[in-house]
């Protein structure tokens, strides 16, 4: 499905989120069509067809909100999957027709529990056909931005900032790491091929740290790079080697404060503890003076923060 499809009122909501629509359209088809490519909706058909309904997304716990501008997208494209599951489209019947909508909390704002964050209103089969995709990714991504916001008010203050990595789910890393923007974290790099990491297989490879970075600078002199060291000893000569991000792997916090004072002595190299880090002890990280702290697990064990759809009015009037 080509963005073409959404909405004029969802793509701005997309690129005010600073969000590809292509990107979303992508994503949100794939989901949906993981529901409809068996057939309609025969539970929606059967028992609302030509009814209409209003409804909320409603939070059931506490959290930071995300994803609003996906779920919009969702209500846009539920319907407009093709004949290929019945004339109607992907509902096998009048499970298309426009879906008002109403934003009522928008994406990075902390909600409470029983708080209203979305009205739609419109056909009860559209609604309904596209309520579990819609809220699939609410939840997820509120989730991520959920921890996100705790990682992030545990450093508030110390100068360190909360990164993500790599470690996304496959075909949602764009949508993931929006989440984590809208918890207050940065994102690192979003592929292989917009900054050079180098790690502990790339460093035996090349026969040390300071020859993988000259190769990497040889090869792709205007891309950022940041190198990971396991010892302090690396460390050194990284920095030596004029390495401008160095990554602090597995490292205890003495060996942090002395990474930190090691990199003051080159003023532009800026460094990030990275692994077997936990909430409990960020602060303390953050504290040793790094720059930033990679928190993978934000992206990949992060749980779903639990909010469903209400229905507001009876299923009753006929359209």
């Known amino acids: 499905m080509t963005p073409e499809a959404l909405s004029p009122g969802t793509?701005?909501?997309?690129?005010?989120?600073?969000?590809?629509?292509?990107?979303?359209?992508?994503?949100?088809?794939?989901?949906?069509?993981?529901?409809?490519?068996?057939?309609?909706?025969?539970?929606?058909?059967?028992?609302?067809?030509?009814?209409?309904l209003t409804a909320d997304v409603v939070a059931r716990q506490a959290g930071v909100l995300a994803g609003v501008p996906v779920a919009l997208a969702v209500l846009d494209l539920a319907g407009?999957?093709?004949?290929?599951?019945?004339?109607?489209?992907?509902?096998?019947?009048?499970?298309?027709?426009?879906v008002a909508r109403t934003v009522l909390i928008t994406d990075g704002t902390?909600?409470?529990?029983?708080?209203?964050?979305?009205?739609?209103?419109?056909?009860?089969?559209?609604?309904?056909?596209?309520?579990?995709?819609?809220?699939?990714?609410?939840?997820?991504?509120?989730?991520?931005?959920?921890?996100?916001?705790?990682?992030?008010?545990?450093?508030?203050?110390?100068?360190?900032?909360?990164?993500?990595?790599?470690?996304?789910?496959?075909?949602?890393?764009?949508?993931?790491?929006y989440a984590v923007r809208c918890g207050g974290g940065q994102n690192h790099r979003m592929g292989l091929g917009d900054a050079?990491?180098?790690?502990?297989?790339?460093?035996?490879?090349?026969?040390?740290v300071a020859p993988a970075i000259?190769?990497?600078?040889?090869?792709?002199?205007?891309?950022?790079?940041?190198?990971e060291c396991d010892s302090l000893a690396q460390v050194g000569e990284a920095l030596e080697a004029g390495a401008e991000l160095v990554l602090l792997d597995n490292m205890g916090l003495a060996d942090l404060r002395a990474?930190?004072?090691?990199?003051?002595?080159?003023?532009?190299?800026?460094?990030?503890?990275?692994?077997?880090?936990?909430?409990?002890?960020?602060?303390?990280?953050?504290e040793t003076g790094v720059h930033f702290v990679a928190v993978g697990a934000l992206t990949h064990s992060s749980p779903a923060l639990d909010l469903g759809l209400d229905v507001l009015t009876p299923v009753a009037s006929r359209m």
């Open 196 to 208: 050079a990491l180098i790690k502990d297989n790339h460093v035996v490879a090349a026969g040390g």
């Open 11 to 52: 793509c701005a909501a997309l690129r005010d989120a600073g969000l590809d629509a292509g990107e979303v359209a992508r994503a949100v088809t794939a989901a949906l069509d993981e529901d409809f490519r068996y057939g309609p909706d025969v539970t929606s058909a059967a028992t609302v067809a030509g009814r209409a």
């Open 110 to 177: 902390r909600i409470g529990q029983g708080d209203a964050v979305l009205r739609v209103s419109g056909p009860a089969t559209a609604v309904l056909g596209a309520e579990r995709t819609m809220l699939n990714f609410l939840t997820r991504l509120s989730g991520i931005a959920t921890a996100t916001r705790a990682w992030a008010d545990a450093v508030a203050g110390t100068g360190a900032v909360i990164r993500d990595t790599r470690k996304t789910t496959p075909g949602l890393r764009v949508l993931e790491k």
């Open 80 to 98: 407009r999957l093709g004949p290929r599951a019945g004339a109607g489209g992907p509902c096998g019947g009048p499970c298309g027709g426009r």
């Open 214 to 227: 000259a190769a990497v600078r040889a090869a792709a002199p205007g891309v950022p790079l940041e190198v």
């Open 259 to 286: 990474a930190v004072a090691m990199a003051g002595r080159y003023p532009p190299a800026r460094l990030e503890a990275s692994g077997g880090l936990r909430l409990g002890s960020a602060r303390a990280v953050a």
